[in-house]
């Protein structure tokens, strides 16, 4: 298990016992993680509804809850998913910054860190905003 693996599971027991469940702040940490550590053999699938779901959060104001709708709403249309270019840099906020933050700051962090992921995908939102568009009426 790497590194980051293991931080995903730290963070993972943090959101699941969340006592938040309808806001679902655990679909935030998954779709940022897939994000900032995609690399080539990342599904293309698993790329492109994580960028949904931080542009659904950072630009429509969506909870987790909605975000995890929506993907099941896009599970319908996976015959055409928009190409992404994976930046080289992901974002200046990672897993362990999170993880470091204090734990009355840590819903912050999270939201922070999901900002700072997609906008490191700054040359895919008109993809991603588009797909959007089509497929849930965005």
């Not at 550590?37 to 931080?54: E, Q």
């Not at 630009?59 to 055409?80: D, F, P, R």
Request: glycine fraction near 2%; proline fraction near 1%; charge should be positive.
């Amino acid at each position: 298990m790497t590194t980051d693996s293991k931080l995903f599971e730290e963070l993972s027991f943090y959101t699941f016992s969340h006592s938040d469940s309808d806001y679902f702040i655990h679909q935030l940490i998954v779709d940022a993680f897939t994000a900032q550590t995609a690399d080539k053999d990342t599904k293309k699938i698993s790329l492109v509804f994580s960028l949904v779901g931080l542009y659904l959060l950072t630009e429509k104001n969506y909870t987790g809850k909605q975000i995890q709708q929506a993907h099941t709403m896009l599970s319908n249309h996976k015959s055409y998913l928009p190409e992404i270019k994976l930046p080289e840099k992901r974002g200046k906020i990672t897993i362990s910054d999170v993880l470091k933050s204090q734990l009355n700051k840590r819903d912050e962090m999270i939201k922070k860190w999901c900002f700072s992921v997609w906008k490191a995908y700054e040359s895919s939102k008109e993809e991603i905003k588009q797909f959007c568009k089509i497929y849930l009426f965005e």
